[in-house]
């Protein structure tokens, strides 16, 4: 159990972020560093080794950045508001 949520985020930025990214960018995107295809059987998912970490730093910054972001703005009565950002018990 990971329990630093900034951790937690990274996580599924690198984790599932990559499926994610290979399923948008179908026609979008082309990678020219480190690219990799996975053949799924109805045609392949397209992306990069980059994504991984890419995408758990930008994971990880944003869930840790806005919801600070939003108390500065809003208070934190607005963090609480949301429901993904209300601290657990």
């Known amino acids: 159990e990971v329990k630093d949520p900034t ?11 990559p499926f994610v ?7 979008l995107l082309s990678y020219d560093v480190l ?4 053949n799924l059987g109805l045609g392949f998912a397209k992306t990069s080794l980059l994504v991984p ?4 730093l930008a ?6 950045l806005l919801p600070r972001l939003l ?5 934190t009565e607005a963090v609480g508001r949301l429901p993904l950002l209300r601290p657990q018990p």
């Open 7 to 17: 951790v937690a985020l990274a996580l599924v930025g690198a984790l599932v972020g």
């Open 21 to 27: 990214d290979a399923i948008h960018n179908q026609a």
């Open 35 to 38: 690219p990799v295809a996975l």
């Open 53 to 56: 970490p890419l995408l758990a």
């Open 59 to 64: 994971y990880a910054l944003l869930g840790s």
């Open 71 to 75: 108390e500065a703005i809003g208070g």
